[in-house]
Protein backbone atom coordinates (compact mmCIF):
# COMPACT_ATOMS: atom_id res chain seq x y z
CA UNK A 1 0.00 0.00 0.00
CA UNK A 2 3.03 2.39 -0.20
CA UNK A 3 2.25 5.51 -1.74
CA UNK A 4 5.15 6.97 -4.32
CA UNK A 5 4.60 9.87 -4.63
CA UNK A 6 7.77 11.46 -2.23
CA UNK A 7 10.65 9.49 -3.50
CA UNK A 8 9.70 5.94 -1.63
CA UNK A 9 8.33 7.47 1.26
CA UNK A 10 4.42 7.29 1.82
CA UNK A 11 1.60 9.04 3.03
CA UNK A 12 0.84 10.31 6.44
CA UNK A 13 -2.37 11.88 8.09
CA UNK A 14 -1.99 13.68 10.96
CA UNK A 15 -5.04 14.96 13.06
CA UNK A 16 -4.53 18.13 14.93
CA UNK A 17 -2.56 19.39 12.25
CA UNK A 18 -3.46 22.66 12.65
CA UNK A 19 -2.03 22.72 16.56
CA UNK A 20 1.08 24.40 17.42
CA UNK A 21 2.78 20.24 17.91
CA UNK A 22 0.29 19.59 14.80
CA UNK A 23 2.23 22.03 12.37
CA UNK A 24 5.42 21.12 13.36
CA UNK A 25 5.31 17.25 12.90
CA UNK A 26 3.47 17.61 9.58
CA UNK A 27 6.84 20.09 8.44
CA UNK A 28 9.20 17.68 10.14
CA UNK A 29 7.51 14.69 8.22
CA UNK A 30 7.29 16.64 5.22
CA UNK A 31 11.14 17.85 5.20
CA UNK A 32 12.43 14.73 5.78
CA UNK A 33 10.35 13.51 2.53
CA UNK A 34 6.56 12.24 3.55
CA UNK A 35 3.63 12.83 1.55
CA UNK A 36 1.44 15.06 4.38
CA UNK A 37 -2.16 14.69 4.79
CA UNK A 38 -3.67 17.59 7.23
CA UNK A 39 -6.76 15.99 8.81
CA UNK A 40 -8.51 19.24 9.65
CA UNK A 41 -12.19 19.74 11.59
CA UNK A 42 -12.76 22.86 8.53
CA UNK A 43 -9.91 24.56 5.32
CA UNK A 44 -7.28 25.79 7.27
CA UNK A 45 -4.29 28.25 6.13
CA UNK A 46 -2.08 25.77 5.93
CA UNK A 47 1.16 25.17 3.49
CA UNK A 48 -0.28 24.11 -0.06
CA UNK A 49 2.51 21.34 -0.29
CA UNK A 50 0.33 19.63 2.48
CA UNK A 51 -2.77 17.32 1.35
CA UNK A 52 -5.69 18.78 3.34
CA UNK A 53 -8.69 16.98 4.42
CA UNK A 54 -11.67 18.31 6.45
CA UNK A 55 -13.19 15.69 8.90
CA UNK A 56 -15.34 17.95 11.60
CA UNK A 57 -15.15 17.35 14.48
CA UNK A 58 -13.19 14.30 16.03
CA UNK A 59 -15.62 11.93 17.96
CA UNK A 60 -17.30 8.27 17.73
CA UNK A 61 -19.32 9.33 14.80
CA UNK A 62 -16.59 11.01 12.52
CA UNK A 63 -15.81 9.50 9.28
CA UNK A 64 -12.98 9.13 8.20
CA UNK A 65 -13.08 7.21 4.66
CA UNK A 66 -12.26 9.83 2.57
CA UNK A 67 -9.24 10.89 4.69
CA UNK A 68 -7.47 7.50 5.41
CA UNK A 69 -7.57 6.33 1.11
CA UNK A 70 -4.52 5.61 0.42
CA UNK A 71 -2.84 6.20 3.92
CA UNK A 72 0.17 3.90 5.27
CA UNK A 73 0.54 5.26 8.64
CA UNK A 74 -1.51 7.84 11.10
CA UNK A 75 -0.55 10.18 13.46
CA UNK A 76 -3.21 11.09 16.30
CA UNK A 77 -2.05 14.41 17.58
CA UNK A 78 -5.65 15.61 17.75
CA UNK A 79 -7.75 16.61 21.80
CA UNK A 80 -9.87 18.53 22.97
CA UNK A 81 -8.70 21.42 24.67
CA UNK A 82 -11.25 23.17 26.91
CA UNK A 83 -12.36 27.15 26.23
CA UNK A 84 -12.46 29.39 28.62
CA UNK A 85 -15.71 29.14 31.63
CA UNK A 86 -16.30 25.48 30.31
CA UNK A 87 -17.53 23.41 33.21
CA UNK A 88 -15.98 20.92 35.03
CA UNK A 89 -18.98 18.50 33.74
CA UNK A 90 -18.88 20.06 30.36
CA UNK A 91 -15.12 19.20 29.81
CA UNK A 92 -15.25 15.62 31.36
CA UNK A 93 -17.72 14.91 28.55
CA UNK A 94 -16.00 16.47 25.90
CA UNK A 95 -12.82 14.66 26.95
CA UNK A 96 -14.79 11.49 27.08
CA UNK A 97 -16.32 12.04 23.40
CA UNK A 98 -13.25 13.29 21.78
CA UNK A 99 -10.14 12.15 23.45
CA UNK A 100 -11.41 8.59 24.13
CA UNK A 101 -14.69 7.68 22.06
CA UNK A 102 -12.88 9.89 19.05
CA UNK A 103 -9.28 8.36 19.25
CA UNK A 104 -10.63 4.53 19.30
CA UNK A 105 -13.48 5.98 16.12
CA UNK A 106 -10.37 7.16 14.62
CA UNK A 107 -8.27 3.42 15.39
CA UNK A 108 -10.97 1.30 14.39
CA UNK A 109 -11.65 3.06 10.68
CA UNK A 110 -7.83 3.09 10.08
CA UNK A 111 -8.00 -0.37 10.88
CA UNK A 112 -10.44 -1.32 8.25
CA UNK A 113 -8.72 0.34 5.76
CA UNK A 114 -5.94 -1.26 5.74
CA UNK A 115 -3.42 1.69 7.69
CA UNK A 116 -0.12 -0.28 8.68
CA UNK A 117 0.39 1.91 11.91
CA UNK A 118 -1.11 4.40 14.00
CA UNK A 119 0.97 6.17 16.36
CA UNK A 120 -0.94 7.54 19.03
CA UNK A 121 0.49 10.74 21.20
CA UNK A 122 -0.92 10.21 24.90
CA UNK A 123 0.74 12.77 27.65
CA UNK A 124 2.71 11.52 31.07
CA UNK A 125 -0.09 12.87 32.69
CA UNK A 126 -1.64 9.01 32.31
CA UNK A 127 1.31 7.77 34.83
CA UNK A 128 0.76 11.00 37.39
CA UNK A 129 1.65 14.51 38.13
CA UNK A 130 5.01 14.28 40.74
CA UNK A 131 7.98 12.22 41.21
CA UNK A 132 9.81 12.65 43.66
CA UNK A 133 13.28 14.54 42.73
CA UNK A 134 15.55 11.68 42.69
CA UNK A 135 13.18 8.98 40.49
CA UNK A 136 11.28 9.04 37.63
CA UNK A 137 8.18 7.38 35.35
CA UNK A 138 9.64 4.44 33.76
CA UNK A 139 8.21 2.37 31.08
CA UNK A 140 7.01 0.04 34.15
CA UNK A 141 5.64 2.51 35.95
CA UNK A 142 2.21 1.92 36.74
CA UNK A 143 -0.43 4.48 35.37
CA UNK A 144 -2.12 6.65 37.86
CA UNK A 145 -3.71 9.85 36.42
CA UNK A 146 -4.99 12.44 38.57
CA UNK A 147 -7.18 13.77 36.78
CA UNK A 148 -9.68 13.87 33.85
CA UNK A 149 -7.11 14.78 31.31
CA UNK A 150 -5.35 12.07 31.95
CA UNK A 151 -7.69 9.55 33.06
CA UNK A 152 -8.99 9.94 29.40
CA UNK A 153 -6.04 9.73 28.13
CA UNK A 154 -5.80 6.40 29.85
CA UNK A 155 -8.69 5.19 28.34
CA UNK A 156 -7.97 5.81 24.61
CA UNK A 157 -4.74 4.09 25.05
CA UNK A 158 -6.18 1.26 26.05
CA UNK A 159 -8.71 1.90 23.64
CA UNK A 160 -6.38 2.04 20.84
CA UNK A 161 -3.73 -1.09 22.05
CA UNK A 162 -7.24 -3.46 22.51
CA UNK A 163 -7.44 -2.42 18.49
CA UNK A 164 -4.18 -2.84 17.60
CA UNK A 165 -4.22 -6.28 19.12
CA UNK A 166 -7.45 -7.69 17.53
CA UNK A 167 -6.04 -6.26 13.74
CA UNK A 168 -3.55 -5.97 11.46
CA UNK A 169 -3.01 -2.27 13.06
CA UNK A 170 0.16 -1.76 14.51
CA UNK A 171 -0.14 0.89 17.09
CA UNK A 172 2.93 2.61 18.91
CA UNK A 173 1.93 5.15 22.05
CA UNK A 174 4.13 8.01 23.14
CA UNK A 175 3.65 9.77 26.34
CA UNK A 176 5.11 13.24 26.35
CA UNK A 177 5.67 16.13 29.47
CA UNK A 178 5.84 19.43 28.91
CA UNK A 179 6.28 20.16 24.89
CA UNK A 180 7.57 23.38 24.22
CA UNK A 181 9.15 25.57 21.44
CA UNK A 182 8.62 27.77 18.35
CA UNK A 183 4.42 28.49 18.77
CA UNK A 184 4.40 27.57 22.11
CA UNK A 185 1.46 28.97 24.26
CA UNK A 186 0.01 28.97 27.83
CA UNK A 187 2.18 28.76 31.03
CA UNK A 188 5.75 28.17 29.07
CA UNK A 189 4.99 31.49 27.02
CA UNK A 190 3.81 33.40 30.47
CA UNK A 191 7.39 32.38 31.36
CA UNK A 192 8.95 33.83 28.48
CA UNK A 193 7.12 37.01 29.00
CA UNK A 194 8.00 37.37 32.81
CA UNK A 195 11.78 36.20 32.12
CA UNK A 196 11.49 39.13 29.27
CA UNK A 197 10.50 41.69 31.58
CA UNK A 198 13.04 41.15 33.84
CA UNK A 199 10.46 41.27 36.96
CA UNK A 200 11.29 39.49 40.11
CA UNK A 201 10.54 35.64 40.51
CA UNK A 202 10.01 34.32 43.85
CA UNK A 203 11.20 30.85 42.75
CA UNK A 204 14.48 31.24 44.18
CA UNK A 205 14.23 27.97 46.63
CA UNK A 206 12.71 25.43 44.67
CA UNK A 207 14.55 22.45 44.83
CA UNK A 208 13.24 20.46 42.26
CA UNK A 209 13.93 18.50 38.50
CA UNK A 210 11.41 18.38 35.91
CA UNK A 211 11.36 16.80 32.49
CA UNK A 212 10.44 18.29 29.10
CA UNK A 213 10.67 17.81 25.49
CA UNK A 214 11.39 19.69 22.97
CA UNK A 215 8.71 20.15 19.83
CA UNK A 216 11.28 18.73 17.17
CA UNK A 217 12.46 15.97 19.20
CA UNK A 218 8.80 14.73 19.38
CA UNK A 219 8.26 15.23 15.63
CA UNK A 220 11.50 13.11 15.78
CA UNK A 221 10.76 10.29 17.67
CA UNK A 222 6.79 10.03 15.89
CA UNK A 223 9.13 9.93 12.81
CA UNK A 224 10.99 7.28 13.97
CA UNK A 225 8.37 5.41 15.40
CA UNK A 226 6.14 5.16 12.01
CA UNK A 227 8.98 2.58 10.31
CA UNK A 228 10.89 1.15 13.74
CA UNK A 229 10.01 -2.78 13.78
CA UNK A 230 11.10 -2.11 17.88
CA UNK A 231 7.78 0.38 18.23
CA UNK A 232 5.22 -2.05 17.30
CA UNK A 233 2.47 -2.34 19.88
CA UNK A 234 5.09 -0.30 22.52
CA UNK A 235 4.25 2.60 24.82
CA UNK A 236 7.34 5.04 25.12
CA UNK A 237 8.10 8.06 27.36
CA UNK A 238 10.11 10.75 26.08
CA UNK A 239 11.95 13.57 27.10
CA UNK A 240 15.16 15.78 26.35
CA UNK A 241 17.28 14.11 28.50
CA UNK A 242 18.01 16.58 30.61
CA UNK A 243 16.04 17.96 33.42
CA UNK A 244 15.79 20.86 35.31
CA UNK A 245 14.77 22.84 38.69
CA UNK A 246 12.15 25.61 37.76
CA UNK A 247 14.71 28.06 39.12
CA UNK A 248 17.26 26.61 36.37
CA UNK A 249 15.33 26.64 33.43
CA UNK A 250 14.37 31.02 33.97
CA UNK A 251 18.44 31.21 34.17
CA UNK A 252 19.10 29.04 30.85
CA UNK A 253 15.91 31.10 29.47
CA UNK A 254 17.12 34.30 30.54
CA UNK A 255 20.64 33.46 29.21
CA UNK A 256 19.14 32.90 26.22
CA UNK A 257 17.32 36.08 26.22
CA UNK A 258 21.05 37.89 27.79
CA UNK A 259 18.59 39.29 30.23
CA UNK A 260 19.25 38.11 34.29
CA UNK A 261 17.23 35.76 36.08
CA UNK A 262 15.94 37.79 38.59
CA UNK A 263 14.70 34.85 41.37
CA UNK A 264 14.28 35.78 44.52
CA UNK A 265 13.72 33.34 47.75
CA UNK A 266 10.60 32.68 49.25
CA UNK A 267 9.65 29.83 50.76
CA UNK A 268 8.30 26.77 49.02
CA UNK A 269 5.00 26.46 51.69
CA UNK A 270 4.93 30.50 51.69
CA UNK A 271 4.15 29.93 47.61
CA UNK A 272 1.57 27.47 48.42
CA UNK A 273 -0.07 29.14 50.70
CA UNK A 274 -0.53 32.17 48.14
CA UNK A 275 -1.62 29.63 45.44
CA UNK A 276 -4.17 28.64 47.52
CA UNK A 277 -5.36 31.28 48.43
CA UNK A 278 -5.39 32.71 44.70
CA UNK A 279 -6.97 29.59 43.42
CA UNK A 280 -3.62 29.15 41.53
CA UNK A 281 -2.32 25.50 43.56
CA UNK A 282 -1.99 23.50 40.92
CA UNK A 283 0.01 25.89 39.02
CA UNK A 284 2.58 26.55 42.13
CA UNK A 285 2.37 22.67 42.53
CA UNK A 286 3.85 22.41 39.02
CA UNK A 287 6.37 25.40 39.16
CA UNK A 288 7.44 23.72 42.73
CA UNK A 289 7.01 20.05 42.31
CA UNK A 290 9.11 17.40 40.70
CA UNK A 291 7.76 15.28 37.09
CA UNK A 292 11.02 13.50 35.96
CA UNK A 293 10.63 10.61 32.91
CA UNK A 294 12.65 8.54 32.01
CA UNK A 295 13.00 7.71 28.26
CA UNK A 296 15.21 5.15 28.28
CA UNK A 297 13.24 2.84 26.71
CA UNK A 298 12.45 4.08 23.54
CA UNK A 299 16.35 5.40 23.71
CA UNK A 300 17.41 1.09 23.97
CA UNK A 301 15.08 -0.57 22.41
CA UNK A 302 14.15 1.28 19.33
CA UNK A 303 17.77 3.22 18.94
CA UNK A 304 16.28 6.71 19.32
CA UNK A 305 18.05 9.62 20.40
CA UNK A 306 16.79 13.13 20.50
CA UNK A 307 18.40 15.21 17.35
CA UNK A 308 18.55 18.13 19.93
CA UNK A 309 19.59 18.87 23.27
CA UNK A 310 17.51 20.90 25.85
CA UNK A 311 19.78 23.89 25.17
CA UNK A 312 19.27 24.32 21.83
CA UNK A 313 15.59 23.98 21.70
CA UNK A 314 15.36 26.54 24.19
CA UNK A 315 17.62 28.61 22.10
CA UNK A 316 14.95 28.34 19.33
CA UNK A 317 12.42 29.14 21.12
CA UNK A 318 13.57 32.33 22.73
CA UNK A 319 14.83 33.12 18.77
CA UNK A 320 11.17 33.03 18.09
CA UNK A 321 9.65 34.46 20.93
CA UNK A 322 11.89 37.45 20.26
CA UNK A 323 10.87 37.63 16.36
CA UNK A 324 7.14 37.75 17.38
CA UNK A 325 7.55 40.54 20.08
CA UNK A 326 10.15 42.61 17.56
CA UNK A 327 7.04 42.40 15.42
CA UNK A 328 4.68 43.58 17.82
CA UNK A 329 2.43 40.21 18.32
Same mark, same amino acid.
Given at each position: ????ET??????????A??F??????S???????? /???A /???SA?L???W???A /????G????????L??V????? +?AS???????T??EI????? #???V @?G????A?????A?V?? +? *?????????GE?? =?S? @????SV?P =??P???????????EQ #?VR?I??????E????R??L?Y?PG *???????L?? +?????L??P???????RS?L??EN?A????????? =???R?QT????D??D???P?L? @??I?LH??????L????V???????SL????????????S??????R??E????T????L?E? +??A??QW?L?E????T
Amino acid at each position: MLNQETSGKYTVLVTGATGFVGRHVCSYLHATGFS /VRAA /VRKSAALPEAWQQVA /VGDIGPDTVWDAALVGVECVVH +LASYSPPPGATADEIATAYR #RVNV @EGSERLARAAASAGVRR +L *VYVSTIKVNGEIT =PSD @EAFTSVSP =PRPQDSYGQNKWLAEQ #RVREIGESSTLETVILRSPLVYGPG *VRANFLALLR +LVERGLPVPLGSVRNRRSMLYVENLADAIRHCLDS =PQARGQTYLLSDGEDLSTPALI @ERIALHMHRPARLWPLPVGMLRGVGSLLGKRGLVDRLTGSLRVDSGRIREQAAWTPPFTLDEG +LRATVQWYLAERGKGT
